[in-house]
């Protein structure tokens, strides 16, 4: 029979495991954004011009191959970026799958910043990728915040049953 606990378990270790493969989808996409580092985005930037038939002195090709010339500074920073994001979804996935406190109050908080962001997007364009990713986002913001107020609720000198 499973207990209140295993399912609490469960789902934080579900959690963790989402957030993880939030972790793995943008540390892959910033390795991806540094191989455009060197004058290759630029080259990219042509080889996209010349793909569309498009010639690349005429003024709006220019402008995108400028455009993404000038973005190669940025890229460093770019992945750096999400590096750190990276980083703080392994972090919180860890403390999430040993069932640490401060890895929930992290989830609530940072899940619960982007559920504005969402909202609007669902409000402006509603899509089913958006729609999904509200509900999905809104349903672990819910949980961790349960599992919270029922700890709290059992009492402070009480262990995490």
Do not use: C
Request: proline share 2%; net charge positive.
């Amino acid at each position: 029979m499973r207990t209140a606990k295993n399912r609490r378990t469960e789902g934080l270790r579900a959690v963790s495991a989402i957030e993880a493969a939030k972790g793995v989808l943008v540390l892959i996409a910033g390795f991806g954004i540094l191989t455009f580092l060197h004058g290759h985005l630029h080259h990219v930037a042509e080889q996209i011009v010349r793909h569309m038939h498009l010639n690349p002195a005429s003024r709006y090709p220019m402008i995108f191959i400028d455009a993404a010339t000038r973005l190669n500074g940025r890229l460093w920073l770019i992945a750096l970026s999400a590096l750190l994001y990276s980083a703080a979804r392994f972090i919180e996935a860890f403390g999430l799958w040993h069932e640490r406190e401060w890895a929930e109050w992290f989830g609530v908080l940072t899940g619960g910043i982007y559920i504005p962001v969402e909202l609007f997007e669902v409000i402006r364009r509603t899509t089913w990728l958006v729609a999904v990713l509200l509900v999905v986002n809104a349903g672990i913001v819910a949980f961790l915040a349960r599992v919270l107020y029922v700890t709290r609720r059992a009492g402070p000198g009480k262990k995490r049953a």
